[in-house]
């Protein structure tokens, strides 16, 4: 028998071309530091967008749109990711590229629309009476099977509760016994059990079988106080398009047939929406009771020019709406055509939308800036560089460009480990800058040996 050991890869990381961007790298002020959160340089796009960033936070900017022009490479994405970093875990962010919309199964203004409620979050607080604490006891109780059957179904289970200020033994419904089964629960856990609808949640272990000496990596709580019954302020983040999708959803019997229209059903199917202003009514109610609160999101669409003149005319009409999220666009094009039309425009983007938009310009990137991103970059990916090496890069992506620099680094510390080298010297990437041309080399040798291909 043959046993091999695998190794674990739970602690490694993905190493993706933004992973070293933590924020905008401002100052309390609002002011660009020259070196911040892993952005360098682009100052003055970096201080709009921490205005956009505190404009979202006061909630004065639903509706509105942000568009991030400049050539490419000059981190139009990365500052996008860097308002999502700023903004935080709680505001829905929601990327997208323009070429997404064409989908042979939806129309382009449904997939629009579907990302726009995905960028529009949905804060609800509910009081909730639940009872809550460690469980001292779990017995199923079981009884004959009624149906004639020669097994036993459980009639009821009875599980005990224990807090700081007491303890209470609960008679529960057979189906909660199955939701305690699911979610692993055996004495010394603390769960808390809904009163309406018998939902159970597990906590975690109660502390006091913490022990210095534990095998398993085991979540531990404090022993909750108050009574076994108490009423619980729950707090619960939705997006709009989970709503709709909850709504959209059948919900169709046990039967066969029912079962296989579920499985027959395609994969995507359109929102109406007759059902949106339904789902919209409701929340607009809850918001009215004070029970809901909106946070208006960030929707980013990167290559804005690839949507059509239908698209651009529904962003038009849906940035108009009162659950508008806050929109994010983004591209590299200078005069081009707009999608769908021969007419010209700035950024491939009609002008009635343009003057909606606030825009921001990336500036292209000096040496020195260039040599701190390189020296940013190998870090993050865990290559060591000599000056030699990050200077050679330097130049590398004076002649070609830095995104094309960053890709070498990879290949240069493969072939220095392969020559049984801890750290890239400067023969190694230019070794791997020979493997691998750039855009304009490869765009060159087009030119020159034309007629070797097909056109």
Do not use: W
């Not at 993706?16 to 609002?30: C, D, E, N, V, Y």
């Not at 005069?335 to 007419?343: F, H």
Request: charged share 25%; net charge negative.
């Amino acid at each position: 028998m043959r046993i091999e050991e695998v190794a674990s890869t739970a602690k490694s990381s993905r190493v993706s071309p933004h992973t070293h961007i933590k924020g905008l790298g401002l100052t309390p002020a609002g002011d660009a530091l020259p070196l911040g959160s892993g952005f360098v340089g682009q100052e003055q796009a970096r201080e709009a967008c921490g205005l956009v960033v505190e404009m979202i936070k006061q909630r004065k900017m639903a509706g509105r749109a942000l568009l991030l022009t400049g050539a490419p490479g000059t981190g139009k994405t990365a500052l996008a990711l860097g308002i999502a970093q700023e903004l935080g875990t709680k505001v829905p962010f929601c990327p997208m590229v323009g070429s997404e919309v064409y989908s042979a199964e939806v129309k382009k203004t449904e997939v629009l629309m579907e990302h726009f409620r995905r960028a529009i979050g949905l804060r609800i607080k509910e009081r909730k009476e639940v009872y809550e604490g460690e469980v001292t006891e779990m017995t199923p109780v079981e009884t004959e099977n009624q149906g004639g059957g020669y097994g036993k179904v459980i009639s009821h289970v009875i599980i005990g509760l224990k807090t700081v200020k007491g303890s209470k033994q609960l008679k529960l419904d057979p189906t909660i016994h199955d939701a305690l089964q699911k979610e692993r629960v055996s004495p010394g856990d603390v769960i808390y059990i809904e009163a309406n609808s018998g939902s159970v949640k597990r906590v975690g272990r109660s502390d006091a079988y913490a022990t210095e000496f534990d095998l398993e990596a085991e979540v531990y709580v404090p022993l909750p106080k108050g009574d076994v019954h108490k009423k619980k302020d729950l707090v619960q983040d939705v997006t709009l398009h989970d709503l709709d999708a909850a709504n959209a959803k059948p919900q169709g019997g046990q039967d066969i047939m029912s079962l296989m229209g579920q499985l027959l059903k395609p994969k995507k199917t359109e929102i109406t929406d007759k059902l949106r202003q339904e789902v919209n009514r409701v929340v607009n109610k809850y918001i009215d009771e004070g029970t809901a609160e909106l946070v208006p999101g960030v929707l980013f669409v990167d290559e804005v020019h690839m949507l059509d003149i239908e698209c651009f005319t529904y962003l038009n009409r849906a940035l108009e709406s009162s659950l508008a999220p806050i929109v994010v666009l983004a591209t590299n094009r200078g005069m081009c055509a707009v999608r769908g039309t021969d007419i010209s425009a700035p950024h491939g983007v009609p002008v009635d939308l343009l003057d909606r938009l606030v825009i921001v310009r990336t500036q292209t990137y000096t040496p020195e800036e260039s040599i701190q991103i390189l020296a940013i970059r190998a870090q993050v990916e865990g290559v060591a560089l000599g000056e030699d090496a990050l200077a050679f890069l330097a130049e590398v992506a004076e002649e070609t460009s830095l995104r094309h620099a960053a890709q070498l680094l990879t290949p240069g510390a493969v072939l220095a480990r392969s020559a049984g080298r801890g750290e890239a010297a400067r023969g190694d990437l230019e070794e791997a800058h020979a493997l691998f041309q750039d855009a304009k080399a490869s765009a060159r040798q087009l030119s020159a040996q034309a007629d070797k291909y097909m056109t």
